[in-house]
């Protein structure tokens, strides 16, 4: 098993940043793919970014050139630097994993309210 952890939700105003923080752990060997979620009242879980493989990442369009995902296999965490942030990013964010074996972990979530 694997136990996602996320922190650094809260409020912002637009424009705004703020940087999401997953904690990993458990049976980390095999993990290949760290990634984060959102899901918006009344809307669907979406993927937000992703990491394959420790080097390649990938954005929905809606926050290419103003979110970041880093890996730090240090730390064993996965990070979400959030800039320039707009209130249509307002949703709970989830810190996603998957290993090599088919297995997919969830985070708890992590509130993310962009107002003015």
């Known amino acids: 098993q694997v136990q996602l952890v996320e922190s650094g939700g809260g409020s912002v105003q637009p424009g705004g940043s703020l940087r999401l923080s997953c904690a990993v752990s458990?049976?980390?060997?095999?993990?290949?793919?760290m990634a984060w979620y959102r899901q918006a009242p009344g809307k669907q879980r979406e993927l937000v970014a992703a990491?394959?493989?420790?080097?390649?990442?990938n954005y929905a369009d809606s926050v290419k050139g103003r979110f970041t995902i880093s890996r730090d296999n240090a730390k064993d965490t996965v990070n979400l630097q959030m800039n320039s942030l707009k209130p249509d990013d307002t949703a709970v964010y989830y810190c996603?994993?998957?290993?090599?074996?088919?297995?997919?972990?969830w985070g708890k979530g992590t509130l993310v309210t962009v107002s003015s």
């Open positions: 990491v394959i493989s420790g080097r390649r990442s």
């Open positions: 996603n994993a998957e290993n090599n074996f088919g297995g997919v972990f």
């Open positions: 458990g049976s980390i060997f095999g993990i290949n793919v």
